[in-house]
């Protein structure tokens, strides 16, 4: 039995030109075929998932800007941080207790408004680099307004 190659040698020029345009066109339907087509074909089919890709795309950058924002920010001591998460306290109303610990603060949160828990919240991450830790927190129904009860643990920078 000979070899491909011996075989396509002892062919004419005219019948190896064919053959080899023939090979080209067969691997070149093969490759639309298997690579192109379905993928033409599921962005023909379900533009919601394109839309739902670039959207998911557009958070990743947006989380990509704050990593490197918080990156960023300038290193801040524990004593600092302590003050600074003390002086915002004053958002969360008079209805708080706040007890600090070597690295941990621990606040106790009576009927307090979502609105400034979530501002407090963000104010203790940016400024004093503290993250929460440990939440038990329950919601209040007895108004309108949502307010939260229970206690959370926030850790601060290393020493």
Same mark, same amino acid.
């Given at each position: 039995?000979?070899?491909?190659?011996? +075989?396509?040698?002892?062919?004419?020029?005219?019948?190896?030109?064919?053959?080899?345009?023939?090979? &080209? %066109?067969?691997?070149?339907?093969?490759?639309?075929?298997?690579?192109?087509?379905?993928?033409?074909?599921?962005? #023909?089919? *379900?533009?919601?998932?394109?839309?739902?890709?670039?959207?998911?795309?557009?958070?990743?950058?947006?989380?990509?800007?704050?990593?490197?924002?918080? $990156?960023?920010?300038? @290193?801040? !001591?524990?004593?600092?941080? /302590?003050?600074? /998460?003390?002086?915002?306290?004053?958002?969360? &109303? &008079?209805?708080?207790?706040?007890?600090?610990? !070597? $690295?941990?603060? *621990?606040? %106790?949160? #009576?009927?307090?408004?979502?609105?400034?828990?979530?501002?407090?919240?963000?104010?203790?991450?940016?400024?004093? @680099?503290?993250?929460?830790?440990?939440? +038990?927190?329950?919601?209040?129904?007895?108004? !309108?307004?949502?307010?939260?009860? &229970?206690?959370?643990?926030?850790? /601060?920078?290393?020493?």
């Amino acid at each position: 039995m000979r070899s491909l190659s011996e +075989r396509f040698s002892a062919l004419g020029p005219r019948e190896q030109r064919w053959l080899s345009v023939g090979v &080209g %066109v067969l691997s070149l339907a093969l490759l639309i075929g298997v690579g192109v087509l379905p993928a033409v074909r599921s962005l #023909r089919v *379900n533009p919601q998932a394109q839309q739902q890709a670039n959207a998911e795309l557009q958070s990743l950058y947006r989380l990509q800007v704050q990593v490197q924002a918080l $990156q960023a920010r300038p @290193h801040l !001591d524990a004593a600092e941080a /302590l003050n600074r /998460l003390q002086a915002s306290a004053s958002l969360l &109303g &008079g209805n708080t207790e706040i007890s600090i610990g !070597d $690295q941990r603060v *621990n606040l %106790v949160l #009576r009927a307090t408004p979502a609105k400034a828990l979530a501002e407090w919240l963000a104010r203790a991450r940016t400024e004093a @680099h503290a993250v929460p830790l440990e939440a +038990r927190l329950s919601r209040e129904t007895q108004t !309108d307004e949502a307010l939260w009860s &229970g206690t959370l643990v926030m850790t /601060l920078p290393p020493r």
